[in-house]
């Protein structure tokens, strides 16, 4: 269970709150160095936070994921609810000690065009809930301070309300894209027809020109010809006769 994880000698708190916060953004869909970077140094600083997720139009969001998960464990341990009331107002106070450093850090005013706030993570609900227990204006001190509490249940809505941001800004481009495509492939279609219907015309003027010429042939170069074959001198096979091209180029219809 969750007692006996946390006790095991191996875990780290901070470390066990990051891999947690690193299952909440796997359950949200978002794509590492992508939709989010993990220990990121904030340019001109040397803080790094958790997670920094990116937004669209430029925007991020910090996440710190560092919340006092170890000031939780004597609450569970506590022998009676007297003892357990005074651990939740001990650990009550541990997190708005830590929510107040965190909203000083300003994170906003080094993400240039970013929301005014930071997202304290708590790894489970348990935490969330016994903080409130222990101090019920934990939420208001986090509006405060430019800080929100949240869940992995609230994470994750978060996180999908932003995907969802992501998506909305990925249709918006591909719809501008499309819309250069669509541009392009007309005023390529339209030089494609002006070369048929240039094609067209020769073909037209090469018809006319054809029939003319046999036209001709027939009215003064075969009938002499044939008065070769009428004197015996002509070859063994009769002159053909050549027809004329009445097929003509088939024009676009104008559109309606």
Same mark, same amino acid.
């Given at each position: 269970?969750?007692?006996?994880?946390?006790?095991?000698?191996?875990?780290?708190?901070?470390?066990w709150g @990051?891999?947690?916060?690193? =299952?909440?953004? %796997?359950?949200?869909?978002?794509? #590492?160095?992508?939709?989010? $970077?993990?220990?990121?140094?904030?340019?001109?600083?040397?803080?790094?936070?958790?997670?920094?997720?990116?937004?669209?139009?430029?925007?991020?969001?910090?996440?710190?994921?560092?919340?006092v998960t170890?000031?939780?464990?004597?609450?569970? @341990?506590?022998?009676?609810?007297?003892? =357990?009331?005074?651990?939740?107002?001990?650990?009550?106070?541990?997190?708005?000690? =830590?929510?107040?450093?965190?909203?000083?850090?300003?994170?906003?005013?080094? +993400? &240039?065009?970013?929301? @005014?706030?930071?997202?304290?993570?708590l790894p489970?609900?348990?935490?969330?809930?016994? $903080?409130? @227990?222990?101090?019920?204006?934990?939420?208001?001190?986090?509006?405060?301070?430019?800080?929100? +509490?949240?869940?992995?249940?609230?994470?994750?809505?978060? +996180?999908? $309300?932003? *995907?969802?941001?992501?998506?909305?800004?990925?249709?918006? !481009?591909?719809? !501008?894209?499309?819309?250069?495509?669509?541009?392009? +492939?007309? %005023?390529?279609?339209?030089?494609?027809?002006?070369?048929?219907? #240039?094609?067209?015309?020769?073909?037209?003027?090469?018809?006319?020109?054809?029939?003319?010429?046999?036209?001709?042939?027939? *009215?003064?170069?075969?009938?002499? *010809? =044939?008065?070769? &074959?009428?004197?015996?001198?002509?070859?063994?096979?009769?002159?053909? #006769?050549?027809?004329?091209? &009445?097929? !003509?180029?088939?024009?676009?219809?104008?559109?309606?």
């Amino acid at each position: 269970d969750l007692t006996s994880a946390l006790r095991g000698k191996a875990t780290r708190w901070g470390s066990w709150g @990051e891999m947690q916060l690193r =299952r909440v953004v %796997e359950l949200a869909g978002m794509l #590492d160095h992508v939709d989010f $970077a993990e220990q990121q140094v904030l340019p001109g600083t040397h803080d790094r936070p958790d997670l920094v997720v990116y937004l669209p139009g430029n925007q991020r969001i910090v996440v710190d994921s560092k919340a006092v998960t170890e000031a939780y464990m004597p609450v569970v @341990e506590a022998a009676d609810e007297t003892q =357990r009331a005074v651990r939740l107002t001990e650990y009550a106070a541990k997190v708005k000690k =830590r929510l107040t450093e965190l909203g000083s850090k300003s994170y906003w005013d080094q +993400l &240039e065009g970013s929301p @005014e706030f930071v997202v304290m993570f708590l790894p489970g609900e348990g935490f969330f809930s016994a $903080a409130l @227990e222990g101090d019920p204006s934990l939420i208001e001190k986090g509006v405060e301070h430019k800080v929100i +509490l949240a869940t992995p249940t609230t994470l994750i809505a978060l +996180l999908r $309300a932003v *995907a969802y941001g992501w998506r909305q800004e990925q249709l918006a !481009q591909n719809a !501008q894209l499309i819309s250069e495509l669509a541009r392009e +492939l007309h %005023e390529r279609i339209k030089v494609w027809t002006s070369h048929m219907r #240039d094609l067209g015309t020769h073909m037209e003027r090469a018809a006319g020109s054809y029939n003319k010429a046999v036209g001709s042939l027939e *009215a003064r170069v075969l009938p002499q *010809a =044939r008065r070769f &074959e009428e004197l015996g001198a002509g070859s063994k096979d009769p002159l053909p #006769d050549l027809p004329q091209v &009445e097929t !003509q180029p088939r024009e676009l219809l104008p559109p309606e």
